[in-house]
């Protein structure tokens, strides 16, 4: 199955990256939120994103300034923002992108089940939740996959393709054929906890997060000499504060519940959650963030 247009519902931390994705590879696609600011902060993030892609192309002589902004303007046409389901009746992928809670997903894809045609596959960029238990708010559970981006999207090129108890083996294919077209690397796996990345990635923060707590040591210094070390871009408290700590807490605790006490749970990443502090997106986390 060819994808000829594609949407994305959500377009917070991941959605207008995402969105930008689609754009990027010539795909025209809808981009829903629920407000108009956070549609235009979606739309915002995707032209940035597109604009400094064109930048370095001019910095290597690759591009002039002129077929920049071009390309710039041409992506970002692509992206056609709204606050309704208006343009979603001709799209033949969509990708949730909405907070990580099952009743909002749910709701979404009854939502996405009325207003999309019949062969749309509705794949939701979930970082934990159960496909199966998704897919199962729609009568179309043979179309529903995982498609698991990472932070951040327009950079990170793996998608983890994930397959429910009811996904068909053609909703796979297309979803993987998809993930190539938009120029991604997608692998596949199966409904398990933490999917493949975040299972690996939270084994090794799990461990940092317990030796801060248990030893009182300073968040900030932890970063500091994890980030000076040049193993991976940045230290994994302000990391969490760019991905946002209630989704990274949801991770964390959903890996603990699955496989036990080998996972860690951050309390004071909990408190910092309880108290609406959920890092870069509300300007206040581990950091403060000038937003
Ligand atoms: N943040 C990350 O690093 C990351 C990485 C991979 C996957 N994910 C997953 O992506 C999903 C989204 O995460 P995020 O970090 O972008 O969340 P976010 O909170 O930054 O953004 C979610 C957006 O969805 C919008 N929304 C809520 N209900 C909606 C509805 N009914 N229709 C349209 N929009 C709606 C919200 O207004 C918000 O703008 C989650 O499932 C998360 O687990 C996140």
Redesign the pocket.
């Known amino acids: 199955m060819f994808v000829f247009k594609a949407a994305v519902?959500?377009?917070?931390?991941?959605?207008g990256q995402i969105a930008q994705t689609i754009a990027a590879a010539g795909i025209p696609v809808v981009l829903?939120?629920?407000?108009d600011d956070?549609v235009e902060a979606g739309l915002a993030e995707a032209r940035k994103v597109t604009a400094g892609q064109a930048k370095k192309l001019v910095e290597r002589g690759k591009l002039d300034q002129e077929a920049a902004d071009a390309q710039v303007a041409s992506v970002v046409g692509r992206i056609h923002g709204t606050t309704e389901y208006e343009g979603f009746g001709d799209v033949d992928f969509v990708i949730e992108?909405?907070?990580?809670r099952m009743e909002?997903k749910r709701?979404?894809f009854e939502d996405l089940d009325a207003v999309t045609p019949g062969h749309a596959i509705l794949a939701?960029?979930?970082?934990?939740?159960s496909i199966t238990e998704i897919g199962e708010a729609t009568s179309r559970p043979d179309k529903v996959c995982g498609f698991?981006?990472?932070?951040p999207a327009s950079v990170m090129r793996l998608i983890e393709v994930v397959e429910g108890d009811d996904t068909e083996a053609e909703t796979l294919q297309a979803a993987v054929a998809f993930a190539q077209t938009i120029r991604k690397m997608p692998i596949t796996c199966a409904e398990v906890p933490g999917f493949v990345v975040n299972r690996i990635l939270n084994s090794s923060v799990s461990e940092v997060w317990r030796v801060q707590e248990e030893e009182g040591i300073d968040v900030k210094e932890i970063d500091k000499v994890v980030q000076e070390s040049k193993t991976v871009p940045m230290g994994p408290f302000f990391l969490s504060d760019l991905?946002?700590l209630?989704?990274v807490l949801?991770?964390a605790e959903h890996l603990k519940e699955s496989y036990g006490d080998r996972f860690y749970v951050h309390s004071g990443m909990k408190e910092l959650v309880e108290a609406g502090n959920l890092g870069q997106?509300t300007g206040k986390g581990f950091y403060e963030h000038g937003n």
């Open positions: 519902v959500g377009a917070g931390t991941m959605g829903k939120d629920v407000q956070l992108a909405v907070p990580e909002i709701a979404v939701s960029n979930t970082s934990s939740l698991h981006y990472f932070f991905l946002g209630d989704t949801h991770v997106k």
